[in-house]
């Protein structure tokens, strides 16, 4: 039973909170999405994440003293394209994690450590207002402009997963999440807001053999970006993210979320093709969930 319980909760932990990627989370802080690109350029990112914090468990489970930490490396592909006229971008997310954890249940202390291949995400980014698609040397010389657009990620299940593990790396579930935005530019400083739906699929290999189902999770994220100067911007960032219940083979589990998180972002241009990003965030109000501390860092390169 004891270890039962703690099955459900650290699995349930990793489900929600979609720490498995490194530069294209579900409720990742993640500044200057909607912006306008060159277009025709590829990049290749190289990100490391490190993720460690408390749980908050809802009442009913027997759980004391959890706690959770994450190490995640991810390879990123990234291609800006022409739609229609209009500036767009393409990801390809690769990671790799190592998870572990460990709990007071009933006053007996339980662990699990594990290492592998996370769930690969893709994303596609459509500005299709306020972004015309153009060459770098054309691009250079437009003047910036209110931008909206929208994007669709999509997580498939090829991360490490096997039911009768205590903990698992991949969530054996597909999800997507829709989500609109804008960025508001004035001088040196813009604005950029975004709301988004994340949708899963059932699991069907739920510990126990049962069907973990999950309702929509909303999110709404806010970003305040500065330019330091060419090449050079820090960003300050927060979200809040509702929803996502859990149903356990048709039994609604009292786990809905209503959490924020507030973070800072910093971009350096080390010549015309890297650029390194350095981030932070922390978990102000966790209803259900990790409430965890949260660092990045990221290496570009543009051809």
């Not at 914090?53 to 390879?75: E, F, M």
């Not at 690769?94 to 339980?110: D, E, I, M, T």
């Not at 949708?199 to 305040?224: K, R």
Request: hydrophobic share 40%.
């Amino acid at each position: 039973m004891i270890r039962a319980l703690f099955k459900t909760l650290l699995l349930a932990i990793i489900l929600m909170n979609g720490l498995m990627s490194g530069e294209a989370r579900a409720h990742d802080l993640e500044p200057r999405s909607y912006i306008n690109l060159p277009i025709d350029q590829n990049h290749i990112a190289i990100a490391y994440g490190y993720s460690e914090g408390g749980v908050s468990v809802t009442p009913s489970i027997p759980l004391k003293d959890a706690s959770i930490r994450i190490d995640a490396s991810t390879l990123v592909y990234i291609r800006t394209l022409d739609i229609a006229g209009n500036s767009a971008r393409f990801d390809l997310s690769f990671p790799y994690v190592c998870v572990s954890g460990n709990a007071l249940v009933n006053g007996k202390r339980l662990s699990r450590n594990v290492c592998g291949q996370g769930d690969m995400r893709a994303r596609l980014i459509y500005n299709f207002y306020g972004a015309p698609a153009l060459k770098i040397e054309d691009f250079v010389r437009q003047k910036k402009d209110v931008v909206v657009g929208a994007s669709l990620q999509v997580s498939a299940p090829t991360g490490l997963y096997d039911m009768n593990k205590l903990l698992n790396i991949g969530a054996n579930r597909w999800f997507i999440k829709p989500e609109i935005g804008a960025s508001f530019p004035w001088h040196a400083v813009s604005v950029q807001v975004a709301a988004g739906v994340s949708i899963y699929s059932d699991n069907n290999a739920y510990i126990g053999g049962v069907t973990l189902q999950q309702d929509p999770l909303y999110n709404l994220q806010a970003h305040f970006t500065y330019d330091l100067s060419p090449g050079q911007w820090v960003a300050f960032s927060g979200n809040y993210y509702f929803g996502g219940s859990t149903h356990k083979s048709g039994v609604n589990l009292p786990d809905r979320q209503a959490n924020s998180r507030v973070g800072a972002t910093y971009s350096l241009a080390l010549d015309r093709k890297n650029i390194l990003k350095f981030s932070a965030s922390k978990g102000v109000i966790t209803r259900v969930g990790n409430d965890s501390n949260n660092l990045g860092l990221a290496w570009f390169h543009r051809w």
